[in-house]
């Protein structure tokens, strides 16, 4: 059990990695002096170019938390929550979930909306038989070999997490005051 528990944690890890990859695609900018103004001016961004497309969307945001904690040990926070290996913050600062991890840069945030978010999963098509994590997305197979009394395990995904539009995803800076 807890060799499978690590190898869907590297697997979740390597997905949430090529996403942060995606994310740096993104082609709206802002920026703000504190982490907080800068959260704040990205969601601004990201609220214009929506309402200039006439779409709506939920905004979710993603924070290095090194960024998130200076503010956090001034704040009163009992909204952490945590679902596919993400740790976030669910409505921080009243405009939308903030998620925490080291793939984002520190000194940066970015904006996108949640519907801007696509998993593509191949491996639930696919036919194979496996037991799945908790997002049922991430495989584990374990296959008997009477001739030496083991096990082979495999874990698996088939899945792709990526935001769709890179022109609603925004880029905020952290700068400091002169």
């Not at 900018?29 to 497309?53: D, I, M, P, R, Y």
């Amino acid at each position: 059990e807890k060799t499978d528990k690590k190898m869907i944690q590297d697997i979740q890890g390597g997905l949430r990695k090529d996403f942060f990859a995606f994310l740096k695609e993104g082609t709206g900018t802002a920026t703000g002096t504190t982490f907080q103004a800068a959260l704040a001016n990205t969601w601004g961004v990201l609220t214009n170019v929506l309402n200039e497309k006439d779409e709506n969307g939920t905004p979710v945001f993603f924070a290095n938390p090194l960024d998130v904690a200076e503010y956090l040990g001034a704040a009163t926070i009992n909204n952490v929550e945590t679902a596919f290996g993400f740790t976030y913050l669910k409505n921080f600062l009243g405009i939308g979930d903030c998620i925490l991890d080291a793939n984002q840069a520190k000194g940066t945030v970015c904006a996108t909306p949640k519907e801007n978010i696509n998993v593509f999963d191949a491996l639930g098509e696919a036919g194979f038989s496996y037991q799945f994590d908790e997002s049922g997305f991430i495989g584990v197979h374990h296959e008997p070999k009477y001739s030496n009394g083991t096990a082979e395990t495999y874990a698996d995904t088939g899945v792709l997490l990526f935001p769709e539009v890179a022109n609603y995803i925004v880029k905020g800076t952290i700068e400091e005051a002169i």
